[in-house]
Structure formats: C-alpha cells, structure tokens
C-alpha cells in the first residue's frame, strides 16, 4: 500500500468513529512528532502493540480485502505481567469489505457489531491438518445462546450483537454489501498476530508500504522504526 492511501483510511477510519459517538484514547490521535516525544512514556503501547493497524493482506484489492484496525488495550503470551491478560480492538470495515477466512489457535474472541451496517459471517471448523472442514456443522454462542449452524451458513449480526469464537474456529466475515460502514469490535484474550493467525488463502499479514508522503500516524509494527528503538 502506499503511505498516501493509508493515510486516506486513517482519516475515513477516524471520521467513521467521530460520526458514531466513539473516541479513541490519546495515542490513537498522537502525530509522528508526539510519538517521538511520548516514546519513553509509550514503551508499554508500544511492546504489546497498541494502536493503528491497517492491512491490505498483500493484496492490491484493499477496498475487498482489507480492514483498518485499532487495538485499544492487549498483553503478551510470553509475559503476562505486561499489559493486560485480555485484548479489545475496534475493526473498521468498508461497505462491503471483508477479512480473510482464518483461525487462531490461542485466541477466543467476541466479534461484536458496534456501529453502522450489518456484520456477516460464515463458520466453519479446523480438520486435524489444519485444512477447512466444509461439511460438519459448527456449534457457537451468538449474544450468550448457544447456536448450531451448517458449514459456510451466512449469519448476520445487527448493531449490539456479538457472536463467540473458540480456537480452531475458521471464520471470515464482513460488512455486508449495501448495508454501510461497519465499526466491529474484538474482545478477546491476548492477541498476537505475529504467531497466532491461520490464513486458509495465501496471503500477509502485514501491508508493504510504499513511502510517497509522510506518514500522518505511524502503525504499531512500526513504532521501532519510527522512534528509532
């Protein structure tokens, strides 16, 4: 992606928060220049990765594939002295756009409709190899009631809905077509997209950016580069 479009989002993301009454904290508005200041005040946000994420999956279909993210608090699975032993992230979706159909093997989080469109998700479950079981129906809880639904079944979540997702769980899901921008959230136990991401399509976790402008916020895979730590 280039620095150019990610700043773009950066700024539709913050507007799109502005216009459903949500605020970030502090850092989430800070310039490279108070990141800069701020870095030994920062060293816990910046260990567990607080802050703007934005990817394009290593695609060049952003607006399809694609979220801008932000995680408001997290931990470390090596320490759990540090941060919190839980994780909360706003994921912020385009009219139509989608994540990539994936599990993780340590996390179990609440995707939770916040703000704006309607939220749509399909399940499935992990074989023994790690492969997608598209033929077993999966059994979750939605807003606390447990649920059974077939492989691939569409479920749509409006605004204050929330459905429970396990390890080993296969899910992609999106912003439903003509339904709007959707404001998502994760609640969850320590996130660690550097190890705990299983992608059934190829693809990278983090965008390659291409430098064409300053950056208006910098990402949190990149505060060490930014701060020079």
């Known amino acids: 992606m280039k620095r150019s479009e990610i700043n773009r989002e950066l700024k539709w993301a913050k507007q799109l928060l502005k216009n459903n009454s949500i605020v970030l904290p502090p850092f989430g508005y800070w310039s490279t220049e108070k990141w800069q200041a701020m870095s030994n005040?920062?060293?816990?946000?910046?260990?567990?990765?607080?802050?703007?994420?934005i990817t394009d999956y290593g695609r060049e279909n952003f607006r399809e594939l694609g979220a801008v993210l932000f995680t408001l608090r997290n931990g470390s699975l090596e320490n759990p002295l540090l941060g919190t032993p839980y994780a909360e992230k706003l994921i912020l979706l385009h009219d139509g756009q989608r994540l990539p159909l994936?599990?993780?093997?340590?996390k179990t989080e609440d995707i939770i409709n916040r703000a704006g469109g309607v939220l749509v998700i399909k399940l499935y479950n992990s074989l023994p190899d790690g492969g997608v079981d598209y033929d077993s129906a999966v059994q979750v809880l939605v807003d606390g009631v447990e649920k059974t639904f077939?492989?691939?079944?569409?479920?749509?979540?409006?605004?204050?809905?929330?459905?429970?997702?396990?390890?080993?769980?296969?899910?992609?899901f999106g912003a439903k077509a003509g339904s709007?921008?959707?404001?998502?959230?994760?609640?969850?136990?320590?996130?660690?997209?550097?190890?705990?991401?299983?992608?059934?399509e190829e693809m990278s976790r983090f965008a390659?950016?291409?430098e064409d402008e300053p950056a208006l916020h910098p990402l949190c895979h990149e505060y060490r580069q930014f701060l020079g730590m």
């Not at 409006?158 to 992609?172: D, E, K």
């Not at 404001?183 to 059934?200: F, L, P």
């Open 208 to 210: 390659v950016i291409e």
């Open 102 to 106: 994936h599990y993780h093997a340590s």
């Open 150 to 172: 077939s492989a691939g079944q569409e479920i749509e979540l409006r605004v204050g809905s929330s459905i429970t997702l396990r390890p080993f769980v296969y899910h992609i």
């Open 41 to 53: 005040a920062a060293q816990l946000i910046v260990k567990v990765m607080l802050g703007w994420d």
């Open 180 to 200: 709007g921008d959707l404001v998502c959230g994760e609640v969850s136990s320590i996130n660690d997209d550097y190890t705990d991401n299983y992608n059934a």
